[in-house]
């Protein structure tokens, strides 16, 4: 990562978290990001989780990467989520590199960043470690908790943490249990930047050397599995880049060969490959369904909270099937759950980008939501 | 709101738990909770149905009650509401089952294929029958297994499925249906709504 971390909003956790794997922190930064006007009666207030490459600037310019906020076809004046109507918190997960307690960061016994000496962490301790920032602004009850992908999985291990503190919830494109063919594609992006020499162990912060190639492979990997074939097929065909014919080279001749080296290229600037080893193993790590003794069904047993799950039909990386089995399991357990499918050819990445059926549907929650909950005594 | 729909929400106590079935864009749930404050659940195949449903702050999940309803535990609600779909599953014995499975009671309405207009548009004119609530022609109808008042009276009986109340409804006009009455009712009513456990 090339850019400098300054002047994001922090809070310093002082509560010791005692992390799944043993380990206890304490003290830590969580930087996070707010959009929006918190109301009187603090019952506008939006929780957003990130998802794995993403940080806590949702919308307008993200201040580090001067590139427009991950959400912004969804948060802002206006649009789905809107932030004359809504406050919007969102924090950069624990083992980011936006300001969040991770690997990059200075460990005080010996003054060398962490690297690999940060402990390994879970969805569950990224959630605990984001609970603080409700207490920061004395929310006692958010009107929605949002997050698509690992946001998603954040999201329903928020709500099987803490039944009572958000009164709906929209975990969108998401799996309550990441499968093997989603550890398998994680694993594949590890091993990509494990293999790049520069990756050194981990340690490749002093002398600024970063395992760019490892990483932009990683990414390009991660980015095909969040479109669709269909998407990827409409969008780029056979189109040769900026030539009349082949070059017989191995430089990039099709558009789609030019646009994954982008898309690698423009994400090491402004992410830490060692953050991406670690958020990815949390992901591999999160089975909900494991934490308790009846399963999924358990977790959400009595809860107030609530759901609509959201999927799209071109989705293979977290396919409706990981959707159904949280409305399933949301069923059994009585809870309250509104689903839909949106049919759409952006795969994955439909909840990134402007897809009309998505976001007029998570509006119209959003809204009649808001209305109930104000009316709620 | 259509008089079926007025039906339903009077036979429904206040506060119970329902779940309606294939509940389109959500206006009986709507009325059942305005009226009634029943929490109300619904499943629909459409997806613009579904959408709306949403954005009217309404639990719906967007499924196929053929082969979905099995995810709800046994007797999950007081109430479970199938309005005029019976006749378009593949299997409308099983979903009945599962339907009398997930909840204590079950409000089932059919469109009357006993009816006398469409008795006499197949006995006078020969052809399949399109009325108010059998507005499709056969090639588009989604209809798969027709049925009457006395067809599902009978067939309720023969499986032994309890019969709390039947109502029989002729445009405006509703009237209770029984064993004896039900000869005269099949032929003049358009709609009947069964309840039955």
Not at chain 1, 18 to 29: A, M, R, V
Not at chain 1, 35 to 62: M, R, W
Not at chain 1, 77 to 87: I, N
Request: glycine fraction near 6%.
């Amino acid at each position: 990562m090339n850019y400098k971390i300054e002047n994001v909003k922090q809070i310093t956790v002082t509560k010791p978290l005692k992390l799944d794997c043993g380990q206890t922190i304490k003290d830590f930064p969580i930087a996070y990001e707010t959009y929006g006007t918190l109301n009187e009666k603090k019952n506008n207030a939006i929780l957003v989780f990130h998802a794995l490459s993403g940080d806590q600037f949702v919308t307008g310019t993200n201040p580090i990467t001067n590139k427009a906020g991950w959400w912004s076809a969804a948060v802002g004046v206006g649009k789905a989520v809107d932030t004359e109507k809504y406050f919007i918190i969102c924090a950069n997960v624990l083992g980011g590199c936006m300001g969040s307690f991770g690997p990059k960061n200075l460990n005080i016994k010996d003054g060398n960043p962490y690297g690999l000496k940060f402990p390994v962490i879970t969805i569950r301790d990224i959630v605990r470690a984001q609970e603080s920032l409700l207490e920061h602004f004395k929310i006692k009850k958010l009107l929605c908790a949002l997050g698509g992908s690992m946001g998603g999985m954040q999201l329903l291990q928020f709500c099987a943490l803490y039944p009572n503190k958000t009164f709906s919830a929209v975990p969108i494109a998401s799996t309550a249990s990441h499968n093997a063919q989603q550890i398998a594609l994680n694993e594949l992006a590890r091993q990509a930047i494990m293999a790049d020499p520069l990756w050194n162990k981990g340690n490749y912060y002093k002398d600024n050397k970063i395992p760019k190639n490892g990483l932009a492979v990683a990414r390009m990997a991660a980015h095909i599995t969040y479109m669709s074939d269909k998407g990827l097929q409409e969008r780029f065909g056979r189109k040769l880049q900026e030539k009349k014919d082949y070059e017989f080279t191995f430089d990039a001749d099709f558009q789609i060969e030019s646009y994954l080296r982008h898309q690698g290229n423009v994400f090491v600037d402004r992410f830490d490959a060692n953050s991406y080893l670690y958020i990815s193993r949390a992901m591999d790590y999160f089975d909900l369904s494991k934490q308790f003794k009846n399963g999924l069904v358990e977790a959400f047993q009595n809860h107030k909270t609530r759901f609509l799950i959201i999927s799209f039909s071109s989705d293979w990386l977290y396919p409706t099937k990981n959707s159904k089995d949280i409305v399933i399991a949301l069923n059994a357990s009585g809870a309250n759950v509104a689903f839909a499918e949106i049919e759409t050819d952006k795969g994955h990445d439909s909840f990134l980008v402007n897809e009309p059926e998505f976001l007029e549907t998570l509006k119209g929650f959003l809204d009649s939501n808001f209305e109930i909950f104000k009316n709620e005594k | 709101m259509k008089n079926e729909f007025k039906i339903i929400v009077n036979l429904l106590p206040i506060q119970s738990r329902v779940l309606d079935v294939g509940c389109g864009d959500g206006t009986l749930i709507e009325a059942l909770i305005k009226q009634k404050n029943i929490d109300v659940r619904g499943i629909e195949l459409e997806e613009s149905k579904v959408k709306q449903c949403i954005s009217k702050g309404l639990s719906v999940i967007q499924g196929n009650a053929e082969t979905e309803l099995s995810q709800f535990p046994d007797k999950a609600f007081d109430f479970v509401i199938l309005s005029q779909t019976l006749q378009a599953f593949y299997q409308p014995e099983n979903v009945l089952n599962e339907l009398l499975r997930i909840g204590k009671k079950v409000i089932i309405s059919i469109p009357n294929f006993g009816y006398w207009q469409v008795r006499t548009s197949l006995l006078l004119f020969g052809k399949m029958p399109v009325t108010k609530s059998l507005p499709d022609t056969w090639y588009n109808t989604p209809n798969l297994h027709m049925c009457s008042i006395k067809d599902f009276y009978q067939f309720c009986e023969e499986k032994k499925i309890k019969i709390d109340r039947v109502i029989g409804i002729n445009n405006e006009k509703t009237s209770s249906i029984n064993r004896i009455n039900l000869e005269m009712k099949n032929f003049l009513s358009e709609v009947g709504i069964f309840l039955i456990s």
